[in-house]
């Protein structure tokens, strides 16, 4: 079965910083993996995906993350903070090419300081 | 177009009370799933239906929870004799032929008292 760590429940940067969120997974296959934004009150959006091919991937926000197999992670960042970015993100990890129930980390809390 | 819907937006209900929650998920997507939302246990995968395809239930907590998916497009997930335990946020998802990007509705929040 999969699973995926975030370290860290809450992280706080400062305007215009780097951010950076871990998330390390387990999988017995080839993973596909997922980093979620949920927003106050509002539902789950997708911030990018990796599937297969280039292990760097670019999403919506200008945030990316990669897919480094030998440490299994794939850890999400973003070069500089904006305050629209405080919100709650998640790590997912399907190993059926998604097309089963997708398992999240426990989420990071991000704050961004003014 | 239109998003993956899901009603009630809010659901108060009492201890032992059934209650049954509504998804519509986007035209054309074959592939719906709920999640439950909760502070104690994070995000975690209920049941998943796949076009005519018997249905992964393998999330589902007890025998109490249960749902269906009619024509292939809207679930209705029911939870019967409500325990306090229950109150999450229920989140419902879809995405096209079950492979890639799951969209996902903006949840329903049940408070059972």
């Known amino acids: 079965a999969q699973s995926v760590t975030q370290l860290g429940s809450h992280v706080s940067v400062s305007e215009g910083a780097l951010v950076l969120l871990r998330c390390n997974y387990s999988?017995?296959?080839?993973?596909?993996l997922f980093w979620y934004v949920q927003y106050p009150n509002q539902g789950l959006q997708l911030l990018l995906k990796y599937t297969t091919g280039a292990t760097l991937v670019k999403g919506i926000n200008g945030f990316e993350a990669e897919f480094k197999k030998s440490e299994t992670s794939f850890h999400l960042t973003k070069p500089s903070a904006h305050m629209s970015d405080a919100a709650e993100y998640f790590c997912?990890?399907?190993?059926?090419?998604?097309?089963?129930?997708?398992?999240f980390g426990k989420g990071t809390h991000l704050i961004i300081q003014p | 177009g239109a998003g993956v819907s899901q009603s009630p937006s809010n659901k108060v209900t009492e201890k032992g009370k059934d209650v049954e929650l509504r998804c519509d998920p986007i035209?054309?997507?074959?592939?719906l799933y709920w999640y439950r939302q909760s502070l104690g246990q994070g995000l975690e995968f209920l049941i998943y239906?796949?076009?005519?395809?018997?249905?992964?239930k393998s999330g589902l907590p007890s025998d109490r929870f249960s749902a269906e998916r009619t024509g292939g497009s809207v679930s209705t997930l029911t939870i019967q004799r409500t325990q306090q335990e229950d109150s999450a946020v229920y989140l419902c998802?879809?995405?096209?032929?079950?492979?890639?990007?799951?969209?996902f509705g903006p949840g329903t929040r049940l408070t059972v008292l």
């Open positions: 998802a879809s995405s096209y032929i079950g492979v890639g990007e799951q969209f």
């Open positions: 997912a990890v399907s190993d059926r090419g998604g097309a089963d129930g997708l398992t």
């Open positions: 239906f796949q076009g005519n395809s018997a249905p992964d």
């Open positions: 999988s017995s296959v080839p993973p596909y």
């Open positions: 035209s054309g997507h074959t592939a």
